[in-house]
């Protein structure tokens, strides 16, 4: 569950990215988050992982009070998201295999549990063969699949992907749609922040419109 | 395995990977670091080796006693006798002038010299061995002899000794100076090492931050490179050494041998080469410390 109350983000600079935001999504729900660039979608994201802090207001993430969270209890909660960032952030001096492994290594498993996980979450998106190669080898919609496969190995019960279309042609995107939507059907609560509606495909989702830092609904 | 255990062994796998990553700039890192530390620990070795000999040679200290040139037998005697009896007097042994004259011919390959003298210019000796060796008594003991009558001149063997010791001991003060010096060396270039490689895995940490993982995550593979380099540091000043006194062994045995003195060098102790090594694995854990305490913090995701 996530759950936003009265929340506002204020830069360093005077810029208003998010206004009195208030919204609940329940678990095991899937939204989208929309609106121009610049209206606060990465910052709204950011916030749930307490990548950044909130000027104001409250946040709670599966009952944990993110905007109050000591620094040292940040990583405890990171390890029950799964985040696939904007700029993918995948590593490209090892194999696709250890881009996914490195959340396990985070955790603490042992590497022959860690192995059965990482190869289960490559076979989820497609990528099970192409374990052994370089990133950089791998295409556009390849490496947002990776990034993908790296968010979910961990299992997490929210995963939160921001934009994750955005380089993609029309038939990846939809894939790639398609494999969050597969995700939000066994029970994982889905936020995916995104520009371009038409990718929903006519399916009935909520849609979080943001405004200039306003929810507009 | 328990998580604790599957993140130490996950650091320090990753150490020695990040150390065989870059096999030529670590490699001289540690030829550093063993070039900084073989200095003070080849210093300490000589001393442990002079001090060894000095040893060897000296033997317990022993007081020399001249009579006056006009002693004659019968005062000699009675000197004996009274040495005999005296309780800090465990042994002693009579060396008389023509004797000593004889050994002096013998020895000092001057017997046409020694023949040419006109008269004897030797005393007749005491060679003293005190049952207590304290440098308090053997000095009370030579100071109470020195009154009896007919005494020309009372030595002190172990005045040399000494004054060896009192010259192992400022280089022992050289060696700590030195090793405290170099510590910092020490310190200083795993401090640049883990910069420069905390720098090039700035991705790599950014990414960990992000998915989870916890500072001392991120922190522990670089202290372990810092302990493993420091520690292969060590070996190496241990191996610089080695060679040192490989080659320099022999050299010495002849030398030494010219003056009937069987010398040969030995290596550092057990203890103290692990000292050496655990000493170095610290100092280099204390540079990544300080290395990755001051720049992890400037590496936050964004």
């Given at each position: 569950?996530?759950?936003?109350?009265?929340?506002?983000?204020?830069?360093?600079?005077?810029?208003?990215?998010?206004?009195?935001?208030?919204?609940?999504?329940?678990?095991?729900?899937?939204?989208?988050?929309?609106?121009?660039?610049?209206?606060?979608?990465?910052?709204?994201?950011?916030?749930?992982?307490?990548?950044?802090?909130?000027?104001?207001?409250?946040?709670?993430v599966n009952?944990?009070?993110?905007?109050?969270?000591?620094?040292?209890?940040?990583?405890?909660?990171?390890?029950?998201?799964?985040?696939v960032?904007?700029?993918?952030?995948?590593?490209f001096?090892?194999?696709?295999?250890?881009?996914?492994?490195?959340?396990?290594?985070?955790?603490?498993?042992?590497?022959?549990?860690?192995?059965?996980?990482?190869?289960?979450?490559?076979d989820?998106?497609?990528?099970?063969?192409?374990?052994?190669?370089?990133?950089?080898?791998?295409?556009?919609?390849?490496?947002?699949?990776?990034?993908?496969?790296r968010?979910i190995v961990?299992?997490?019960?929210?995963?939160?992907?921001?934009?994750?279309?955005?380089?993609?042609?029309?038939?990846?995107?939809?894939?790639?749609?398609?494999?969050?939507?597969?995700?939000?059907?066994?029970?994982?609560?889905?936020?995916?922040?995104?520009?371009?509606?038409?990718?929903?495909?006519?399916t009935?989702?909520?849609?979080?419109?943001?405004?200039?830092?306003?929810?507009?609904? | 395995?328990?998580?604790?255990?599957?993140?130490?062994?996950?650091?320090?796998?990753?150490?020695?990977?990040?150390?065989?990553?870059?096999?030529?700039?670590?490699?001289?890192?540690?030829?550093?670091?063993?070039?900084?530390?073989s200095?003070?620990?080849?210093?300490?070795?000589?001393?442990?080796?002079?001090?060894a000999?000095?040893?060897?040679?000296?033997?317990a200290?022993?007081l020399?006693?001249?009579?006056?040139?006009?002693?004659?037998?019968?005062?000699?005697?009675?000197?004996?006798?009274?040495?005999?009896?005296?309780?800090?007097?465990?042994s002693?042994?009579?060396?008389?002038r023509?004797?000593?004259?004889?050994?002096?011919?013998?020895?000092?390959?001057l017997?046409?010299?020694?023949?040419?003298?006109?008269?004897?210019?030797?005393?007749?000796?005491?060679?003293?061995?005190?049952?207590?060796?304290?440098?308090a008594?053997?000095?009370g003991?030579?100071?109470?002899?020195?009154?009896?009558?007919?005494?020309?001149h009372?030595?002190?063997d172990?005045?040399?000794?000494?004054?060896?010791?009192?010259?192992?001991?400022?280089?022992?003060?050289?060696?700590?100076?030195?090793?405290?010096?170099?510590?910092f060396?020490l310190?200083?270039?795993?401090?640049?090492?883990?910069?420069?490689?905390?720098?090039?895995?700035?991705?790599?940490?950014?990414?960990?931050?992000?998915?989870?993982?916890?500072?001392?995550?991120?922190r522990?593979?670089?202290?372990?490179?810092?302990?493993i380099q420091?520690?292969?540091?060590?070996?190496?000043?241990?191996?610089?050494?080695?060679?040192?006194?490989?080659?320099?062994?022999?050299?010495?045995?002849?030398?030494?041998?010219?003056y009937?003195?069987?010398?040969s060098?030995?290596?550092?102790?057990?203890?103290?080469?692990?000292?050496?090594?655990?000493?170095?694995?610290?100092?280099?854990?204390?540079?990544?410390?300080?290395s990755?305490?001051?720049?992890?913090?400037?590496?936050?995701?964004?």
């Open positions: 569950m996530i759950s936003f109350n009265q929340v506002c983000k204020r830069y360093p600079n005077g810029f208003n990215a998010l206004r009195n935001i208030g919204f609940t999504l329940e678990a095991g729900e899937m939204a989208l988050i929309t609106g121009h660039s610049g209206a606060g979608k990465s910052t709204l994201l950011r916030l749930i992982a307490a990548i950044e802090r909130p000027t104001s207001g409250s946040i709670i009952g944990q009070n993110v905007s109050a969270l000591k620094s040292g209890a940040i990583p405890f909660l990171r390890r029950n998201l799964g985040l960032f904007q700029d993918q952030k995948i590593l001096d090892r194999t696709v295999f250890d881009n996914v492994l490195l959340p396990l290594q985070i955790s603490g498993f042992d590497s022959r549990a860690a192995t059965g996980r990482v190869r289960a979450a490559l989820k998106v497609g990528l099970l063969d192409r374990e052994k190669t370089r990133p950089i080898t791998l295409s556009g919609g390849e490496q947002q699949r990776l990034c993908i496969a968010a961990n299992r997490p019960s929210i995963l939160i992907a921001d934009e994750p279309t955005s380089n993609l042609d029309a038939d990846y995107a939809k894939d790639i749609m398609t494999m969050f939507k597969s995700f939000h059907q066994v029970g994982v609560t889905v936020l995916i922040a995104t520009h371009d509606v038409e990718l929903l495909g006519g009935p989702l909520r849609i979080f419109s943001l405004n200039h830092g306003e929810l507009t609904i | 395995m328990s998580v604790w255990a599957a993140h130490h062994w996950y650091a320090f796998v990753l150490a020695f990977k990040r150390l065989a990553g870059a096999p030529l700039g670590n490699l001289l890192s540690i030829i550093v670091i063993g070039i900084a530390f200095l003070p620990a080849g210093v300490y070795v000589l001393l442990e080796n002079l001090q000999f000095s040893a060897q040679v000296s033997g200290p022993q020399s006693l001249f009579l006056k040139l006009d002693a004659d037998s019968d005062e000699v005697a009675k000197i004996g006798a009274r040495l005999k009896e005296h309780p800090q007097v465990a002693f042994e009579f060396i008389s023509e004797s000593a004259l004889e050994q002096l011919k013998q020895d000092s390959g017997a046409d010299l020694v023949d040419g003298l006109e008269r004897n210019p030797l005393p007749d000796a005491f060679v003293i061995n005190a049952r207590s060796l304290s440098p008594t053997l000095k003991l030579r100071a109470e002899l020195q009154k009896w009558p007919r005494i020309e009372i030595q002190l172990s005045a040399w000794a000494k004054r060896l010791d009192a010259l192992i001991n400022l280089g022992r003060l050289a060696v700590l100076m030195l090793a405290a010096l170099l510590s060396a310190v200083a270039v795993t401090f640049n090492t883990i910069r420069l490689q905390i720098l090039t895995k700035r991705d790599e940490i950014e990414v960990s931050k992000l998915i989870g993982a916890t500072n001392g995550f991120i522990r593979p670089f202290l372990y490179f810092g302990a420091g520690m292969a540091g060590g070996v190496a000043a241990w191996l610089i050494i080695s060679l040192g006194i490989h080659l320099i062994d022999d050299d010495l045995r002849n030398l030494t041998r010219l009937a003195v069987d010398l060098l030995y290596h550092l102790s057990p203890e103290d080469s692990l000292t050496l090594l655990l000493f170095s694995a610290c100092l280099g854990w204390v540079g990544a410390w300080l990755v305490a001051n720049h992890l913090w400037q590496i936050e995701p964004n």
